[in-house]
């Protein structure tokens, strides 16, 4: 069983509810979504008729008469019964006060036994769809509600793509992606060699150079280390030695400007200056071709430049 909620009044609240057979609706709405039109909404027929009027109409069931009493109630009768029940035999409040009837069920009016005051007046499908299309009445609710737009477009795209043509295309696109992976490792394969044939040549140039040394495990590093020992040997001081550096620094300090803590570490002197000295003294690193940092009162001094 499958409910829903009628309208909302002006203060937002509903007084009318509608049950229908929830397994009969879904299967309606699912075959009318398989042939591309699913419907935005569901109206109930009986909320498409105003209080106190009647419906003569014809259906796959065969015909019947459908009518709301006063208080807005609905019910049908198949004809048969209806017949034997007709608007003057009704109890009073279930008496419908016009009878409607659609043009294919104008024949069957013979059939029923209508008072003289009761004039039935001809109701054409279109104006039948129109009310439909003008009640707020919606019986996709709850699990029955349209899915969202994206949901739907999302459904669609995956029925597209399940389509032969588009397989077709996930197939090309697919091996393309692969061509290219393949194409990619490959060379980074290739990188990958020149790279070690590189440091295989860099370890045998290092040790050619250093026949002293056992292993080569940082060739840059060990060849420094040696060229730094060998001018220690012969008395001649490292580009990055502390007399070389400090040299340079007085240089380019400005004149009258005394350090006030100096640090030395892995080639880098760094001087500690009062006031802005160390800004001015970066300032003449450039031209002296000297590399230079200044960081607030500190000066860093490299090697040349």
């Given amino acids: 069983m499958h409910l829903a909620v009628g309208p909302a009044r002006a203060d937002g609240g509903s007084d009318l509810a509608c049950a229908v057979q929830g397994a ?36 796959a069931q065969g015909p019947r008469l459908l009518w709301r009493d006063a208080q807005g109630e609905a019910a049908w009768l198949p004809l048969i019964l209806a017949a034997s029940a007709a608007p003057q035999a009704l109890p009073l409040p279930v008496t419908p006060e016009h ?34 299309a003008q009640s707020g009445w919606n019986l996709r609710q709850f699990d ?7 949901s739907r477009g999302w459904s669609g795209v995956m029925a597209q793509l399940a389509t032969p043509a588009w397989r077709r295309a996930g197939w090309l696109f697919g ?51 040696a060229l730094n020992d060998a001018r220690l040997r012969t008395g001649r001081p490292g580009d990055g030695d502390l007399d070389v550096l400090m040299g340079r620094a007085s240089a380019v300090l400005p004149p009258g400007v005394s350090p006030t803590a100096l640090q030395f570490n892995s080639g880098q002197l760094q001087i500690t200056l009062p006031g802005d000295a160390a800004a001015q003294a970066a300032v003449r690193c450039a031209p002296a071709g000297l590399r230079c940092a200044a960081q607030g009162e500190v000066l860093t001094v490299g090697g040349a430049a």
């Fill in 24 to 59: 009969a609706l879904q299967q309606a709405v699912s075959d009318l979504a398989a042939a591309g039109v699913e419907p935005q909404q569901v109206v109930p027929e009986a909320a498409l008729l105003a209080p106190g009027e009647a419906l003569l109409q014809t259906t």
């Fill in 175 to 225: 091996l393309l992606a692969v061509v290219q992976l393949v194409g990619m490792n490959a060379a980074a394969f290739k990188l990958s060699r020149q790279e070690s044939a590189l440091q295989t040549q860099i370890d045998a140039t290092a040790t050619e150079a250093l026949p002293g040394v056992p292993a080569i495990l940082d060739a840059r590093l060990q060849v420094q280390r």
């Fill in 99 to 132: 009878l409607l009837v659609q043009e294919q069920a104008r024949p069957l009016l013979s059939r029923l036994d209508l008072p003289q005051s009761l004039e039935p007046a001809a109701l054409p499908e279109s104006d039948w769809l129109a009310r439909a």
């Fill in 144 to 150: 029955l509600a349209p899915k969202h737009a994206i």
